[in-house]
C-alpha cells in the first residue's frame, strides 16, 4: 500500500486531534486532580503529530507506540464498557493512524533513511533494537505519565515525578543511542513497576514494565560490551 504523504497526513491529523482534545480537557479542568496529566498526554500527542510531520528517523516507531497505546485502550474499553460510540470513535482513530503509519513503504520516509544509519553506524539488527524499544517507550510513557501524575501521598509522588523525568531523558537518549538514556529508561521503568506494585496498581504495574522492555533489547550488547 503506498499513498505515503496522504497516510502521512492521516496520522498527523490523529494525533494532533488528541493533543487538542488533551490540552482543552487540562485548561478547562475536566478533572482538576488529572490536570498535570492531561497536560502531559498532550505534549505526547503533540510530539507525536511534529514527528511525524518533520520526518524525524524515530518519529514513525514513537508515533505508532502512542497510537497502539490508543488501541489498547480501546481494547480495553470494549472489554470493560461494551460498543460506546466515544470508544468506538477514538479506538478508530487510533487504529487508524496506527494502520497508516505502518509498512515498508511508510518506513522508507522515516527510519529507512540512511543518512542517520551512517551517523549513527547502525547495522540492520541494531535498527531493529532501536526500533523495537522506541515503539515500546511510546507505548508506555502515557501510561506511566498518567499513573505517576495521578494524586498519592507525597513521598509516592516525588518518586513518579523523578520517573517521569528520567523516562523523558531516557527517550531522548535512546534515539541518540546514548547508554545513559537506555539505563535511564531502565530506571525509570523499576520505579513505576514498583510504585504499581506497592499500591497494587494494574495501569502502574504494565506501564513500568513495559518501558523496562523498552530497555530490553540493548541489554545483551552492553553486557557483550561489558565482558569484552
Partial sequence: MKLVGERRAV???????????????????VSPP?????YALAGVYWLAAFSVIAGYF??????????LFGVILFALGLWKMG?????LFTGGLHVAAVLSLWG?????????????????????????RLGRSVIRAGVSLPIVLIYALAPKEPASMIVGLVAVALAGLGLRGLVQMRTWGILALAVSGAAITTLGVEHTSLYGTLGGALLLFSAVPFARPMLRLIRA
Avoid: C, S
Fill in 83 to 87: 460498543a460506546d460510540n466515544i470508544i
Fill in 34 to 38: 488529572m490536570t498535570p496529566a492531561f
Fill in 11 to 29: 496520522a498527523a491529523i490523529v494525533f494532533t486531534f488528541f493533543g487538542i482534545v488533551y490540552t482543552l480537557q487540562a485548561w478547562q479542568q
Fill in 58 to 67: 524515530w518519529g514513525r516507531w514513537y508515533a505508532l507506540g502512542v497510537g
Fill in 104 to 128: 515498508d513503504g511508510m518506513a522508507a520516509a522515516f527510519d529507512g533513511k540512511t543518512a542517520w544509519r551512517e551517523k549513527l553506524h547502525m547495522d540492520d539488527n541494531a535498527v531493529q
